[in-house]
């Protein structure tokens, strides 16, 4: 499996935007980026996810870079509510099995 | 989208016992997976669930241990049988419903053998 490699923590403010990086180095032309997050004490929950191009969505933004070995997801205006494990994930086309990584813990401050 | 049910939510068990673990869904899917969380770890995959068939496990993780029923394309169970202190996890079931571009998961199930 391709691997990501992501911080283990960052910070913000609340109402300040955040970008988590995600080195991907390894990504297969055919791999989609997805983004995942774990609020505490539930499930994960879909943020975001890309092959080529920057998406956008009601949740946040994912930026790719051309060469696709990285990429950065974008919360635009944290609040508290998005305190959680981010993951960044690569999937193959027919691939449905997810394999989680650490994940990047986003703390927010009010 | 899909809405996932499990049951228990969370429960204490003794060592050496079994605890079966279900998984309701809203809609039919048939991908079903079943995911461990270890106390302050990521998720790992432990298996997939197929409807009629024997499920497909991942490298660590074996049928005697972990057996798992998926009698239709609502629902699947997994047991965690002959349980010790390692089994303490959050167990949680995933669902990738047909032409969807996301997995949905269930809320987990918090193990804690004494």
């Known amino acids: 499996d391709a691997k990501t490699t992501q911080p283990n923590s960052m910070e913000s403010n609340e109402e300040e935007p955040v970008h988590l990086p995600c080195n991907h180095s390894?990504?297969?032309?055919?791999?989609?980026i997805h983004w995942y997050r774990q609020l505490p004490s539930q499930g994960p929950e879909y943020v975001i996810h890309?092959?080529?191009s920057n998406v956008n969505n009601r949740m946040a933004s994912l930026a790719i870079a051309e060469d696709r070995k990285s990429s950065t997801l974008i919360l635009h205006r944290a609040t508290l509510r998005d305190a959680a494990v981010y993951y960044c994930?690569?999937?193959?086309?027919?691939?449905?099995?997810?394999?989680f990584g650490a994940g990047t813990t986003v703390t927010v401050r009010a | 989208s899909a809405v996932i049910s499990q049951k228990p939510s969370r429960d204490i068990c003794q060592r050496g016992t079994s605890l079966t673990i279900q998984c309701q869904v809203d809609?039919?899917?048939?991908?079903m997976f079943w995911y461990r969380q270890q106390p302050g770890q990521s998720l790992t995959l432990i298996a997939t669930?197929?409807?009629?068939?024997?499920?497909?496990?991942e490298s660590g993780f074996v049928i005697d241990k972990f057996p798992i029923s998926r009698p239709n394309l609502t629902f699947s169970t997994l047991t965690v049988s002959n349980m010790s202190p390692e089994d303490s996890s959050i167990y949680l079931c995933?669902?990738?419903?047909?032409?969807?571009?996301?997995?949905?998961f269930g809320q987990g199930t918090r193990l804690t053998v004494v």
């Open positions: 995933s669902v990738w419903p047909r032409d969807n571009t996301e997995a949905f």
């Open positions: 390894t990504i297969s032309g055919t791999d989609y």
């Open positions: 890309g092959l080529t």
């Open positions: 994930i690569l999937r193959g086309v027919n691939d449905y099995k997810l394999s």
């Open positions: 809609s039919q899917v048939t991908m």
């Open positions: 669930a197929n409807q009629g068939s024997e499920a497909t496990y």
